[in-house]
């Protein structure tokens, strides 16, 4: 039973740019939830995709959007790449209406 | 929003003593606390987690204690060992926000042999 994949595992860009990560549930899952991963910082809520609809949002600019596909698999869209976007990108998955998340490996963005 | 203070950034201990970490949350609707482990550049992982009706919750070495009314829970572990250094981020979400996670900080827990 594979757990929750993530690609890439490492990219790097430069200001100005556009990213798009991936990221594929655990099997039976549905739900995916993308956070950010500053250097030394817990994650922060980016947003939340369930039927191919962003459910909730956290508190990131516009530039930051996603997609979620029939097979429930997902992308995080990052557009004109700004330094402070250097991070690392998790995916969470989960069931319907449960809390439990389980995180892929992440992806980590440079922007140089 | 929720905010999250975890407590303390840095933790350093000897080989079977025990570890306690504290977390205190700001929305008294929050009602899932997860606790997640993780080591250098590896995922986050989850380790314990608990639910607003319950006041405690073990898992062998491990244990989360949870105090509604202060709005604060613990992770405690006993008889550590070196394999449980890692940093430790604990987490609060309400039911009907269908699982957004607010986490704190982090803290760094050291094993010494």
């Known amino acids: 039973d594979a757990g929750v994949t993530q690609s890439p595992t490492h990219l790097i860009k430069t200001r100005g740019q556009q990213v798009t990560l991936r990221c594929s549930p655990k099997s039976g899952h549905d739900t995916v939830s993308w956070y950010q991963q500053a250097l030394g910082q817990g994650p922060q809520f980016i947003f939340q995709y369930y039927e191919e609809e962003e459910r909730q949002r956290g508190n990131f600019p516009d530039r930051f959007s996603g997609h979620q596909f029939p097979n429930y698999s997902s992308e995080l869209n990052v557009n004109a790449l700004l330094l402070g976007d250097s991070a690392l990108y998790l995916c969470?998955?989960?069931?319907?209406?449960?809390?439990?998340?389980?995180f892929g490996p992440g992806t980590r963005l440079l922007v140089l | 929003g929720e905010n999250v203070e975890q407590h303390p950034s840095t933790l350093s201990v000897q080989e079977g003593d025990s570890a306690v970490i504290k977390c205190t949350y700001s929305d008294s609707a929050s009602n899932y606390f997860p606790w997640y482990k993780q080591e250098l550049g590896k995922r986050p992982q989850l380790i314990i987690d608990?639910?607003?009706?319950?006041g405690e919750k073990k898992d062998q070495r491990i244990a989360v204690t949870l105090n509604k009314t202060a709005k604060h829970f613990s992770l405690h572990i006993t008889e550590t060992q070196p394999e449980d250094s890692a940093v430790y981020f604990c987490a609060a979400s309400k039911g009907t926000s269908y699982g957004k996670l607010t986490f704190g900080q982090g803290t760094i827990l050291t094993v010494h042999p």
């Open positions: 969470a998955s989960s069931s319907t209406y449960q809390e439990t998340q389980y």
């Open positions: 608990i639910r607003s009706n319950v």
